[in-house]
């Protein structure tokens, strides 16, 4: 069974820096591609990158490239997103992903952790 558990969320003020994990269980090819999405408050789910276990070069969207980056650590089979230069349009539940193929599209991934909360004061 595939579980994904995020941790590394938290405060922090403007141009701070923080690092999320996500900790994959039970991979399967399922699991191929990992992906991190985030929601703030009343909007919807936006992507944010991903990358392939496999292939390890990761995808940003436009918003993220220059500040966040996404890698992995296959012998944990953890998947990593460290943020840097935060700033208040951040906030957001941080979530990552697992598919079997690259999406931008929420609906195409099959397994999601719980999320965690990051927040970014001005």
Known sequence: QVQLVES???????????????????RA????LMAWFRQGLGKGREFVG?????????????SAKGRFTISTD????????QM????????????????RD????AASYTHWGQGTQVTVSS
């Open 74 to 81: 296959n012998a944990k089979n953890t998947v990593y997103l």
């Open 29 to 32: 090819t399922s699991t191929e």
């Open 102 to 105: 690259f999406s931008l599209f």
């Open 50 to 62: 991903a990358i392939s276990w496999a292939v390890g070069r990761p995808y940003y969207l436009d």
């Open 8 to 26: 590394g969320g938290g405060l922090v003020q403007t141009g701070d820096s923080l690092t999320l994990s996500c900790a994959v269980s039970g």
């Open 84 to 99: 840097n230069n935060l700033r208040p349009d951040d906030t957001a539940v941080y979530y990552c992903a697992a598919a």
